[in-house]
């Protein structure tokens, strides 16, 4: 059992948690993930680590609550119990050897974006971090982009915070105006994904996004994760979850993830209790 030493709402339907889970804590490095059980019969839910502590032996996750289990982890105080949590899983990302990266990331993706920023500036890249959302009150972790991002700038569909746009016109002008950037992460809805791999590979500009993917056990048994890079099957959970953007076969992705989308609006209504 793993206890909830602090929540914090980040946004109406965001919410964050700091954990205690020592192992977790000491292994997890930028990119990996864990997969957790809220109780004895819950659904397992992949969430990226947010951030780590390793003197303290705290995780931190951030999630939207889109569905039932979400909703029923959104509820729990701290306190409470998660009662497992497996990880770290996944492979980190590479951060070392590149200059000045742009990292972008759409609504609650800017959660999992997070700690890729803080990782490429500890390594001592220029980062500029590109976040987005609706609005601005969903807007989230502006301070702890800020902290460490070279530049930061903010988009809104609707112009109440920001660039009034998306996130994906912030990045068309950085492409036509600096020609140093050597690496873009983006982390988001795919097809925000899509239109950055498309964008930048026309600037040959090598790209990498994380996806999320239907997990069940995390451990490249299920085939779940199933995912089409480079003309391969890779399993997101063991391959991933991030990859070369350019690589990704964005068609199957979307496909894959509406395949249960009936299921999913069903248990989506179901009321937490
Ligand atoms: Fe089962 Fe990846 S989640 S193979």
Not at 43 to 58: H, K, N, S
Not at 123 to 137: D, F, L, P, W, Y
């Amino acid at each position: 059992m793993y206890e909830i030493l602090e929540k914090e709402v980040l946004a109406p339907t965001i919410k964050k948690l700091k954990v205690k889970a020592p192992l977790i804590a000491k292994k997890t490095e930028p990119g990996n993930f864990i997969i957790l059980r809220v109780d004895e019969k819950g659904e397992r839910i992949p969430l990226t680590v947010a951030d780590y502590e390793r003197e303290t032996g705290i995780i931190s996750i951030i999630f939207q609550e889109v569905g039932y289990s979400t909703k029923l982890l959104g509820k729990m105080d701290k306190g409470d119990y998660i009662q497992d949590i497996v990880g770290p899983l996944g492979h980190h990302i590479e951060m070392e050897g590149y200059n000045k990266v742009v990292l972008l990331g759409g609504g609650s993706g800017t959660a999992l974006l997070y700690p890729k920023v803080r990782g490429f500036y500890e390594q001592g890249a220029e980062v500029i971090s590109i976040t987005g959302a609706r609005t601005k009150n969903l807007i989230i972790l502006e301070d702890e982009l800020n902290e460490y991002s070279d530049r930061v700038y903010i988009a809104t569909d609707d112009g109440s915070y920001g660039h009034h746009g998306f996130v994906t016109e912030i990045l068309k002008d950085l492409l036509e105006e600096e020609d140093d950037i050597d690496l873009v992460v983006a982390i988001g809805p795919v097809p925000m994904m899509k239109a950055v791999a498309d964008m930048t590979e026309e600037y040959g500009i090598e790209t990498i996004v994380s996806l999320n993917t239907i997990m069940v056990d995390g451990t490249g048994m299920c085939g779940a994760c199933r995912v089409t890079v480079g003309g391969e099957r890779k399993f997101t959970c063991v391959d991933g979850p991030a990859f070369d953007a350019h690589q990704v076969d964005f068609e199957e992705l979307m496909n894959r993830l509406n395949f249960y989308q009936n299921e999913e609006d069903l248990v989506h209504y179901k009321e937490v209790e």
